[in-house]
């Protein structure tokens, strides 16, 4: 059993830049590809970036490329999403989840999800 617990979202004027935490509990979180999802009410869950557990390979949504970036610290079972130059369209709630599967683009691959943490990008 895997728990995720995010943080560190909140309001940003667009331009700004925000950073998510996602903390793992369980011994094996160097083993699990760990994503970051985001959702807006009335739109499905979609996939912003993901880090492979061996390899350490990342991949993102081409609507992020280039602003996010997805890291992580297995010593400290901590996976985080680095938001830079925000858009008022990146506001969403944004999920850390985990899959046991390595290259886990879609969101019905991830056993372990967050509570989601908020992020808000004002004009």
């Known amino acids: 059993q895997v728990q995720l617990v995010e943080s560190g979202g909140g309001l940003v004027q667009a331009g700004g830049s925000l950073r998510l935490s996602c903390t793992a509990s369980?011994?094996?979180?160097?083993?699990?590809?760990m994503g970051w999802f985001r959702q807006v009410p009335g739109k499905e869950r979609e996939f912003v970036a993901f880090?492979?557990?061996?390899?350490?390979?990342?991949e993102y949504a081409e609507s992020v490329k280039g602003r996010f970036t997805i890291s992580r610290d297995n010593a400290k079972n901590t996976v985080y999403l680095q938001m830079n130059s925000l858009k008022p369209e990146d506001t969403a709630v944004y999920y850390c989840?985990?899959?046991?599967?390595?290259?886990?683009?879609?969101?019905?691959?991830?056993?372990?999800w967050g509570q989601g943490t908020q992020v808000t990008v004002s004009s």
């Open positions: 989840a985990a899959s046991s599967l390595r290259f886990a683009y879609s969101r019905t691959l991830y056993g372990y």
């Open positions: 369980g011994r094996t979180f160097s083993t699990y590809t």
């Open positions: 880090n492979t557990g061996t390899g350490g390979n990342t």
